[in-house]
């Protein structure tokens, strides 16, 4: 069983060795003053060298860690579909050690052969665990019904699902604290029975970051990532920020927004301009390749990922939830900061891109209340559904 994960580990000084060749020529491309972000080699090991330089771990390890969330986000979709009944999440811990840890109600063991047989990567590296009381699915339903019981009593409500600890949160804020309390005393409030929720006071809902010049030199917020519809090309932000943009004095035609549900999305046109699939992802203005998207069903929890936005830059954390539910919809992702960056989300970071190396991830939205230090985005496939656009991977 390790080893294939020995042989995987022998591949990667390969893999290493061509990001390196490729850098080489990335240098001599460069000083003939062509734009540095046609190469993603340089991406994913610039990217590299953060997450070695965080986990005291060498090069080669990141890019073999990236490989292998990658593989854990696509298990991930697979049991989330395929085993409702037992299947109570998964997440990827990166200290002490790197491994993907899967947890079920039952049965685990037996469920995960056909898996591991199909991913023989993760068979010395997954942790399989039977001690969850409820399944991910009877979790996903409780938290819907905790959180419309708690809106239909006029309170804003958001909630989370905490699979480390099968658990559902509401966060209320400390200002409604005493109707909430009141409400549930009186039984207009019902928690479900079953499944545990925890109910946490916060200081505040969701702040939405809308109000700072940001990203691209938009008028309000950050520009996320480019899309089409046709031949007709633009740009997006959050849905939250003004529907009025404007680039270096240049205004940016609004086409439309979705602001509801699972999204939180608009897009504008940008006449004068060429349109590209490059992200800004560095404060000297540097740029990237989008060359690939990554839907939220194949995110897993654990994965690091990375966000820039005009306020705070390039900073970046672990996806700690898919389902942060906000605007009465628990789609959202969750990503804390505990890579060592003081904030991932200040004003003005609205609708800018997360991502990894070249793939896209989603758009940021705001901070959570509980936690002001860390971060929510909407995935990028919502961009797509939302909109009725495709996510830019090619000029």
């Not at 200290?95 to 079920?104: D, L």
């Not at 609205?350 to 190396?357: A, C, D, E, R």
Request: negative net charge.
């Amino acid at each position: 069983m390790k080893q294939m994960y020995k042989n995987l580990k022998a591949i990667v000084p390969v893999v290493l060795v061509s990001v390196l060749v490729l850098l080489g020529a990335f240098a001599v491309v460069n000083a003939q003053g062509q734009d540095d972000g046609a190469n993603p080699a340089k991406e994913l090991l610039f990217d590299a060298q953060v997450y070695a330089s965080n986990m005291n771990v060498s090069v080669d390890e990141a890019i073999l860690r990236f490989q292998l969330q990658d593989i854990a986000g696509d298990l991930d979709a697979e049991l989330t579909t395929n085993e409702t009944e037992t299947f109570a999440g998964l997440w990827i811990e990166h200290t002490p050690e790197f491994r993907v840890v899967v947890q079920f109600t039952r049965d685990g063991e037996e469920t995960m052969k056909p898996y591991l047989k199909k991913y023989p990567e993760f068979a010395d590296i997954v942790e399989v665990r039977n001690t969850a009381k409820v399944s991910l699915a009877d979790l996903q339903r409780a938290q819907v019904d905790a959180s419309y019981s708690v809106s239909a009593s006029d309170i804003p409500v958001e909630s989370d699902i905490n699979v480390f600890n099968n658990s559902v949160e509401l966060y209320v804020a400390k200002a409604n604290k005493s109707q909430f309390d009141n409400a549930l005393q009186r039984g207009n409030i019902r928690l479900p029975d079953k499944v545990k929720v925890r109910v946490i006071t916060v200081d505040a809902m969701m702040n939405l970051e809308a109000n700072i010049y940001g990203g691209l030199p938009l008028s309000t917020c950050t520009s996320g990532f480019s899309v089409k519809e046709g031949i007709t090309k633009g740009i997006t932000t959050a849905g939250h920020c003004s529907n009025i943009q404007s680039y270096n004095g240049n205004n940016l035609p609004f086409q439309s927004q979705n602001w509801a549900g699972s999204y939180d999305i608009q897009w504008h046109t940008a006449p004068g301009y060429t349109v590209t699939n490059k992200i800004q992802w560095w404060s000297d203005g540097s740029t990237r390749d989008i060359t690939a998207t990554k839907s939220r069903s194949s995110q897993a929890i654990g994965n690091y990922v990375c966000k820039y936005g005009m306020t705070s830059h390039y900073t970046c954390g672990y996806i700690s939830s898919k389902n942060f539910m906000h605007q009465g919809q628990a789609t959202y992702i969750r990503v804390d900061n505990t890579a060592g960056y003081d904030d991932l989300s200040s004003g003005g970071d609205s609708g800018g891109p997360w991502f990894l190396s070249n793939t896209a991830y989603g758009t940021h939205v705001g901070s959570p209340g509980d936690d002001p230090n860390d971060a929510v985005y909407m995935a990028v496939n919502y961009v797509e559904s939302g909109l009725g656009v495709s996510v830019m991977t090619s000029p």
